[in-house]
C-alpha cells in the first residue's frame, strides 16, 4: 500500500471514459474527455478537480505578480449589481442585450455583472476623500456573466466565466499613466513565466471607454481576432484600429465591387464601393478581393451606427424603402481610394445608382444622397479592405505587416475619467504652494477637487484555460506549461511496483532543491494497464512523465518522457531530480 501522505490518482475524481473519440477533435473536446470539465447548459461550465487545479494555479500566478509587483489589495465584490448604477454610468442601454437582468421581489432591477467597473467606483467614491489616500490599486478574481447570442469554443466564449479584474485609482493623468506601464509590465510577467508567446496589441476601447488600451492575444488559427505585425518594426495592433499605407495599386472600371450595408435604426443604406482586381505599380502583382475582404471596421468609423452583425443587407433595404412603414432615410455611398476617379464622378449627385439591389422595386429619389470622396478630408486615402500579409507598414519605411489570428487573453484600459466623473469618484488635493498660487492666479491658493484618474485591467482566467490547451494541445492529447499544470509530473508503474514508485518519489522529493512549487509531482496507482496510464498521462497533458517499465525491471532505471520536447530518455535514478528540473525549466 502507498503512504496515505503521497498524492495519489486513485484519490482524485477524473470522470474520463465515455466520450467517443471524434475524427478531428478539438481542444476542448479533449478538456471533456480527459476530465477536466463538463458543460452544464450552453456557454456554461462546470470545474471538476483536474480544471480546477489548472485554474486555481492560473489565479495564484496572476496573483502574485498584482500583488509583489503593483502592491495590489485582493477584493471580492458582489456579482449582482444594480440596473441604477448602471444607468449613471451611462452603459445600460449599450449592453442591455447582453446582460442577465432580474427583478426582486419588491421590484428592484438587478443584473448579474459582466464587469465591475461601476461597483468598484462606487465603492471607492464612498471611502476615499483625499490625496492621500492615493494611488489604490484593487483586484478581484470572481465569475462574471454575459448573455453570449451564440456561445463557442467552450471556455473561450461562454455566458458564464471566470476573470481578474485590476481597478487602479491615480490622483492625475501623468501617474495614472506611469501605472498603466507598470501594469503592462506585470502582464509581460504574468505570461512569461507561462512561457506563452503573448503579442501586446494596441487596441480599441469600445464600450469600456477611455482612448488607451491594449490586449494581450495568443496566436492561433482558431482565434476569432486578427492581429497586425510588421517585421520591422514593433508595430502591434488589433485589426478593429490597424491602418496601412496604401500601396499604389490600378483598378479598371470594370473590375468594381459594392458592398451593402445598413444602420442598426434602418434609416441608412450603405453602398461600399472597392476595387474587386488590382495590379500592383512596379510588380505588377494582381490581386483579387471579393465582400469577405471588406473592413467593417474602416466603414464604422464613418457610419458608427452600422449593424455589423449582418452580412447581405439587400432585404433589409427593400423592407427600409418599400411600403408606409419604410424607416430609410439616407443612401451613403463610401468609395475605396483604389477605385478610379470616373467611378465616383459617375455615382456622385444621383440616387440612381447602376448597380442598385434587383431585390428592391422602388427608385430611391425621397433619399438624401451622401457620397464620400476616396480621401478623407485630412486627404488620408480610404481603404475599405482589410490588411493582408506583406502590405506595407503604416510606422515605418521598410516594413510589411503580418496578419495572423490570434485568441484575447487579457485587456489593459486607462479610463481617465469615464468613470470617476459619472459616480463622482473625486479626491481633494492640497492647495498649491504661494509661489504657484501666484503663478496661476495671482492669489492665495485654495484646495482643488478633481475625479480621480483610472484604469481597468482584465486577464480571463478561464479563457487563458481554453486558449493555452487550445495553443498547445496534440494529437495524442492536451499539453500544459509548468506554471499551469494540474500535475507537472506523474510516475506512472505497473501494479507490482508500488514500493519501488514510492521510493522514486522520494528520491525525486530529496533532489529537487528549489524547485519549490514547480514541483508537483503525482503517482498513478489506479487499477489500470501500464500502457492504459501511459496513454491517460498523455492526454491529460502532464509535462514530465515518469515510467517504471523494463528498464527498471532490469537495470532498475527509469524512462522520462517529455511529448512537448520529443524527449524519451533511460535515466538512472540518481541523475531524477536534475533531469526533471532540466525539464521543467524549459517549459
Partial sequence: ??????????????????????????????????????????????????????QDKVERLVAKHLE???????????????????????????????????????????LLSPTHEEEITNL??????????????????????????RPRHGLLRGREFTMKDLYTFDTDLRSALDTYEQVRAAYSRIFNDMKLPVLAAK???????????????????FGEDSVITCGSCDYTINEEIATTKVAHETCQVDHVGVWRAITKDRSTLVNVWYPTRTSKAGTGEVRQYTNSDINIYAIKSLVPDLDAGVSDATELWAAATEGPDATAKRLVNLFDSRLPPSVSDSLEGTASLPMWPDAVKTGTSRLDVQCHGSSTSGGKPLNFLRIRTGDH????SSGTLNVQKAMELGHTFHLGTRYSDPLNAKISLPPPSSSEAKTSTGGSGTSKTVSMQMGCHGIGISRVIGAVAEHLADDKGLNWPVAIAPYTCIVVFAEDNYDDAVEVYK??????????????IILDDRQKSLPWKLKDADLIGVPVIVV???????????????????????????????????????L
Fill in 507 to 520: 528520491r525525486i522529493l530529496s533532489g529537487s532543491g528549489n524547485q519549490g512549487e514547480r514541483l508537483d
Fill in 393 to 396: 507598414c503604416p510606422q515605418c
Fill in 68 to 110: 509583489e509587483s503593483l502592491a495590489a489589495s485582493r477584493v471580492s465584490l458582489s456579482s449582482i449589481s444594480s440596473e441604477a448604477l448602471w444607468e449613471r454610468s451611462g452603459r445600460l442601454q449599450n449592453l442591455a442585450p447582453e446582460l442577465f437582468r432580474f427583478p426582486d421581489r419588491k421590484g428592484g432591477a438587478y
Fill in 203 to 221: 487596441a480599441s476601447s469600445g464600450d469600456m471607454g477611455g482612448d488607451l488600451s491594449h490586449e494581450y492575444h495568443l496566436p492561433s488559427p
Fill in 124 to 149: 471607492v467614491a464612498q471611502t476615499v476623500r483625499s490625496y492621500k489616500d492615493l494611488p489604490l490599486r484593487l483586484y478581484q478574481i470572481t465569475r462574471k456573466f454575459r448573455d453570449e447570442l
Fill in 548 to 586: 517504471l517499465g523494463r528498464d527498471w525491471r532490469m537495470t532498475r532505471r527509469v524512462e522520462v518522457q517529455c511529448r512537448r520536447l520529443n524527449i524519451k530518455d533511460i535515466v538512472d535514478v540518481d541523475n531524477l531530480p536534475f533531469v526533471i528540473a532540466e525539464l521543467h525549466s524549459r
Fill in 1 to 54: 500500500m502507498l503512504p496515505r501522505s503521497i498524492p495519489r490518482l486513485s484519490k482524485v475524481w477524473i470522470p474520463s471514459g465515455g466520450f467517443a473519440v471524434p475524427g478531428v477533435e478539438d481542444a476542448h473536446s479533449k478538456l471533456v474527455r480527459a476530465g477536466f470539465l463538463r458543460q452544464s447548459h450552453a456557454g456554461i461550465f462546470h470545474m471538476l478537480p483536474l480544471g480546477k487545479r489548472v
